[in-house]
């Protein structure tokens, strides 16, 4: 049973959050540090840090909290478990995606080492400093979730639900849209990519560097995706995060880079 006040009053947790710590992170100049020496377009160059912070907070909770209520109502229309799956229990909703958040992040690094081998012009990817490095997994997993798994995802599931439900083809829905909105989530890190490389615009990065983006992006949205299906979003946040955790944070403070 989809208990919407309970899944709404989640939702709207989740959503405060991630409004916060991204308040918390401009008003602490950290994003500011990680863009320097790149071109601030006005009026955001002038302005204060708590300034900046207000803004994208406001950002966050308007924008993400309307595509987060159509991804809500797109889950109950395709009877997915939305925000979670109930009854499911801690296990589900914070043990598992742990587990599966510290693999993938394995696989990151090593995808990462393998591509920079490919390659004598990249170094593979850099990784944001402490502490802006905890608070993007906390934002970026919360915040990215709900567009891509909740709203993409749940959009185009429902398109193609829709489009195909003469053959009962539900499965394929979610299959078809879990792989669209990866893609998504894969081309979403570009711009970061290009702030990180150094280039202005997406013809600018090298072959690899696009190949890696997607692939080891891809593999984080596809198993994100399917647990989303399964247990909801709260299990695809905590994929999210603890990746994220494991790849800038844990992997950074070993190695040293």
């Known amino acids: 049973m989809f208990h919407r006040r309970r899944q709404l009053t989640l939702f709207g947790g989740l959503l405060a959050t991630n409004a916060l710590l991204v308040f918390a992170a401009f008003a602490l100049g950290l994003p500011q540090q990680f863009m320097a020496g790149q071109e601030i377009p006005e009026p955001f160059a002038s302005m204060s840090g708590w300034l900046l912070g207000l803004a994208n907070a406001g950002i966050v909770l308007v924008l993400?909290?309307?595509?987060?209520?159509a991804g809500v109502w797109f889950a109950r229309t395709l009877s997915l478990p939305g925000i979670y799956r109930e009854g499911a229990g801690w296990r589900h909703?914070?043990?598992?995606?742990?587990?599966?958040?510290?693999?993938?992040?394995?696989?990151l690094i090593v995808g990462d080492g393998l591509f920079a081998r490919a390659s004598e012009d990249w170094a593979g990817f850099p990784h944001p400093e402490f502490p802006l490095s905890i608070i993007a997994s906390a934002t970026a997993g919360i915040g990215e979730e709900i567009i891509f798994r909740l709203f993409v995802m749940g959009l185009w599931a429902f398109l193609l639900n829709l489009a195909l439900r003469?053959?009962?083809?539900?499965?394929?829905a979610l299959w078809a849209s879990n792989v669209i909105a990866s893609?998504?989530?894969g081309a979403a890190h570009l711009p970061a990519t290009m702030i990180a490389v150094g280039v202005s615009t997406p013809a600018e990065l090298p072959s690899i560097v696009i190949a890696e983006v997607f692939l080891l992006n891809g593999i984080v949205g596809i198993v994100a995706g399917q647990r989303y299906v399964k247990e909801g979003l709260i299990a695809a946040v905590g994929i999210h995060f603890w990746t994220d955790v494991v790849w800038h944070i844990l992997?950074?403070?070993?190695?040293?880079g």
């Open 183 to 185: 893609l998504a989530f």
């Open 166 to 172: 003469r053959w009962k083809a539900r499965r394929f």
């Open 93 to 107: 909703w914070v043990v598992v995606p742990m587990a599966i958040g510290v693999a993938l992040g394995v696989v």
């Open 64 to 69: 993400y909290g309307l595509l987060g209520l």
């Open 251 to 256: 992997w950074p403070a070993v190695h040293g």
